[in-house]
């Protein structure tokens, strides 16, 4: 089988997209032929790397994918104006460079969001006459209108209406999420239409250790409360800077935030502003990095915005917290990463508003009053059983084979 998958993030660029290339790696060590259309690599930081500066089209081969590379104006996640030019530049860019492309695909996967990328994929299956494959791994635009991204106008609903009909052109749907999944057969998609492929988690975060992360950071004497990812507008973090200050007078209790994002500086502000000692920041890490911190914490935490549309989402980075065993806090009251989380061993969850819940958890896992590492252990067991990327890889396949 000839595949296209369109995507405006790949790597080496950071976050979901490498769920996608391990996919295409699992699909042409299957025996299939796979190319990616993508934009220059940018994200998070609007940095393109040096060799790919200047560069219009770009071609290479990453492990047996065939890789493609469009213009796009850069931007980082701190700059959402810039990011939505740069949605439309890919778009644009893309559509052009596809005419160098001289396979007969036999089908084309388009990954959302942005909402670009399904357009282009439908533009392109209708010329290259190929079934079109919509993956949604994220509700646009109603997700950005629950976090107040967007606001809600005659814009977002004529947005809305359009994706609707993007979902009805398919062929295929595949969503990450059981809640969206199930969105879509409130809007009317028929269930024989949409497949679920969750993220899972590959095998460096389920079989990693520590590294000697603890010494090169002086962590060796800390209790410590680790936070990896986008410190962006979706995640209540404040909670957590909140918690820290109620536990100031715990020396040995110290959080770490890996990552960047819009949100970055109002928390170090927060942090500057109480004079907290116990807080700090330590940027982007390199990705091959991360199993290693995750495994030398003793507490994982992570905050969501209670709005409606978190009911339904599994943010993937909870697999890779599963994956390296350790005690999870999650901010949220209920929804469908809870419910992972008590199936997988049990949730310990707070109210994101509510720090001095936090606070608790944290001196309950602390004191041993919870059990983090026999939690950690069911964690890393039910990610292993039910999440390995390639499990849901095959399933993928099986499923587009046929089509």
């Not at 000839?2 to 950071?14: G, K, M, V, W, Y």
């Not at 199936?343 to 958890?361: I, M, V």
Request: charged share 25%; hydrophobic share 35%.
């Amino acid at each position: 089988m000839n595949i296209l998958i369109i995507t405006q993030h790949f790597p080496p660029e950071r976050g979901a997209t490498r769920r996608l290339f391990e996919f295409a790696q699992h699909f042409v060590r299957g025996g299939n032929r796979v190319s990616v259309l993508t934009g220059m690599p940018n994200y998070p930081d609007g940095i393109v790397p040096e060799k790919y500066r200047g560069k219009f089209f770009y071609h290479e081969d990453m492990d047996g994918v065939q890789v493609y590379r469009s213009w796009v104006l850069p931007a980082s996640n701190s700059q959402p104006g810039k990011r939505m030019v740069g949605f439309i530049t890919f778009l644009m860019s893309a559509i052009f460079n596809s005419f160098r492309l001289k396979d007969n695909f036999d089908l084309l996967i388009a990954s959302s969001p942005p909402v670009t990328t399904p357009v282009i994929g439908w533009i392109l299956s209708r010329l290259r006459k190929c079934k079109f494959v919509l993956e949604i791994r994220d509700l646009q635009p109603e997700s950005s209108e629950d976090f107040g991204n967007l606001n809600r106008s005659l814009f977002t609903r004529a947005l809305k209406r359009f994706m609707h009909w993007l979902y009805r052109k398919a062929d295929k749907i595949v969503s990450v999420t059981d809640g969206i999944t199930e969105y879509l057969g409130q809007i009317g998609i028929p269930s024989d239409k949409v497949l679920t492929i969750k993220s899972g988690v590959s095998e460096e975060f389920i079989n990693a250790d520590s590294n000697g992360i603890r010494r090169r950071f002086g962590w060796e004497e800390k209790f410590l409360i680790l936070y990896a990812g986008t410190l962006g507008w979706a995640h209540s973090l404040e909670t957590v800077i909140e918690a820290a200050r109620q536990l100031n007078d715990h020396p040995d209790i110290y959080f770490a935030f890996i990552g960047d994002g819009q949100k970055k500086q109002v928390l170090e502000g927060m942090v500057r502003d109480y004079g907290l000692k116990n807080v700090g920041f330590i940027g982007l890490q390199p990705l091959e990095t991360i199993p290693y911190f995750l495994k030398a914490s003793d507490v994982l935490v992570e905050s969501l915005k209670e709005v409606p549309v978190t009911k339904g989402t599994f943010p993937c980075k909870l697999f890779e917290y599963m994956a390296s065993g350790r005690p999870i806090v999650f901010g949220s009251t209920d929804g469908e990463a809870v419910r992972e989380l008590e199936k997988a061993g049990g949730a310990l969850h707070f109210r994101t508003d509510d720090p001095q819940q936090l606070s608790e958890l944290i001196l309950k896992l602390k004191s041993g009053r919870i059990d983090g590492e026999d939690l950690g252990r069911k964690y890393h067991e039910h990610s292993y059983r039910h999440h390995r990327r390639q499990k849901w890889a095959d399933e993928y396949m099986s499923t587009l084979s046929k089509l």
